[in-house]
């Protein structure tokens, strides 16, 4: 009971930092809808334009039902189906921005069929493990937060290091994707235009625009 409580008190001073990102995402997602309308909605849908509204609604179905866990009361009957459910569209989230990336890198070798058919095989063999992680039959323990709060789970530490590992499986395909595609910048610029002093742009420049310098960090 005494942890319950603890967890519910670091809840407590963690929820503005959950409510602010939230917040800021469906503020954007309401701020950049009719522009989403004229470009996306309107026009012929291709796979990239459909990944992308999968990403984008998916994301925000994700936190919006997440807040449900955190500030509305959740009744215990309720509670496993609950977490169970966040889990599936958590999964399915970081599932369909593996397929942008897919995409995105199969685009860049040139419609390689070759690096498609190699991206195929990892992004299915590491989602099939991470889902076997993550929905495999582990001992789980989901109670009520005190005082009107939602579910709080508690895992042993096998469940931990099974559900770590899944996650750890998604972000080695992660830094595969970066690899390929710092490996494609260095042959399309050429080693002797990525100095300062014989290019324009160098090759921190085309990381930036690309995206690579912030999935360095995350990564």
């Known amino acids: ?10 809840f407590m001073f963690y929820y503005p930092a959950i409510l602010v990102p939230t917040t800021i995402l469906i503020y954007d997602h309401m701020a950049t809808l009719t522009e ?29 039902y997440g807040l449900i866990g955190y500030f509305l009361p959740v009744s215990l009957e309720v509670c496993p189906t609950y977490t169970l459910s966040r889990q599936v569209l958590i999964f399915s989230q970081t599932v369909i921005v593996c397929l942008i990336l897919t995409l995105r890198t199969y685009a860049l070798y040139g419609r390689s069929k ?10 299915l063999a590491f989602t099939g493990g991470a889902a ?3 929905f495999g039959l582990y001992p789980i323990t989901v109670t009520n937060l005190p005082k ?5 789970q508690t895992y042993t530490a096998e469940a931990t290091i099974r559900l770590g590992v899944a996650w750890v499986t998604l972000s080695v ?3 595969l994707i970066f690899v ?6 260095f042959k399309i610029r050429g080693l002797l235009r990525l100095s300062l002093t014989r290019s324009r742009r160098n090759i921190i420049d085309v990381m930036f625009q690309d995206g690579k310098c912030f999935a360095t960090s995350v990564l």
């Open 1 to 10: 009971m005494e942890d319950i409580i603890q967890a519910h008190q670091i």
């Open 36 to 64: 989403e309308i004229s470009c996306i909605w309107c026009r012929p849908k291709m796979l990239s334009a459909v990944l992308f509204l999968l990403n984008r609604y998916v994301a925000l179905l994700g936190n919006v």
């Open 173 to 175: 395909y992660e830094l």
């Open 114 to 123: 070759r690096m498609l058919a190699f991206l195929v095989i990892c992004i």
């Open 148 to 152: 009107g709060g939602g579910c709080y």
């Open 180 to 185: 390929l595609t710092v490996i494609k910048i």
């Open 132 to 134: 076997t992680e993550t």
